[in-house]
């Protein structure tokens, strides 16, 4: 097992973070907590990137569909289908379109823990119930009823892996070897 100093996370903004001018500030918070950029690159997503991706957890689909029903649930609300995988369809449907839309900056960050602190630091996945001071509670305002309505999916700045075990496949499916950087920052010479 790599030491916890030496764990990666995969980060993008996606294209409504780009488009928003938020790039600077996201980065600005990942670096404050002391965390290293080790690879960074802009690209527009393919639909098979996309689905690569997200298909990458097996099971993911069904996952957050069951969230989504769960999130209706939770507010007493009727969700529009209570069939998990039918929901996690929609959800794709949604990514396929939201994130070709335009630029994403992708990103590896390193550092202890690196996977759940940027998970931390970007918040919970629907902006209206992101804690105030994370990055999707601070500048995001959107929820699934507002997506659903709309026929969308949830706008939220970004993504962030969400294990390691899930990071280090995200890495390698976006990034090759040359393309991590290794190098000191001035607190670690
Ligand atoms: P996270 O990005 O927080 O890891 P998920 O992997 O569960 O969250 O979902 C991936 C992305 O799909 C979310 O970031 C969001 O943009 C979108 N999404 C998730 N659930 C829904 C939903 N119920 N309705 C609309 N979009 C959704």
Do not use: C
Not at 80 to 93: C, F, H, I, W
């Amino acid at each position: 097992m790599a030491h916890h100093k030496d764990e990666r996370t995969l980060v993008f903004i996606k294209p409504d973070g780009v488009q928003r001018s938020l790039v600077g500030e996201i980065i600005r918070r990942f670096e404050r907590i002391g965390l290293k950029l080790v690879g960074v690159k802009m690209l527009v997503p393919t639909v098979k990137q996309v689905e690569d991706h997200y298909l990458l957890e097996p099971g993911w689909k069904e996952t957050v569909g069951r969230k989504a029903i769960e999130s209706y649930a939770k507010k007493g609300i009727e969700p529009p289908t209570k069939d998990a995988l039918a929901a996690g369809e929609k959800v794709l449907e949604g990514l396929r379109k939201y994130l070709t839309s335009g630029p994403v900056v992708l990103m590896v960050w390193k550092g202890a823990h690196a996977v759940s602190i940027v998970r931390k630091i970007a918040g919970s996945t629907e902006p209206l119930t992101s804690d105030v001071g994370t990055i999707r509670g601070d500048f995001v305002l959107d929820s699934y009823q507002m997506s659903d309505k709309d026929n969308r999916s949830v706008r939220n700045l970004l993504h962030a892996s969400g294990s390691v075990t899930e990071a280090e496949k995200e890495v390698a499916l976006w990034f090759s070897n040359d393309e991590l950087i290794k190098y000191r920052l001035v607190q670690e010479q």
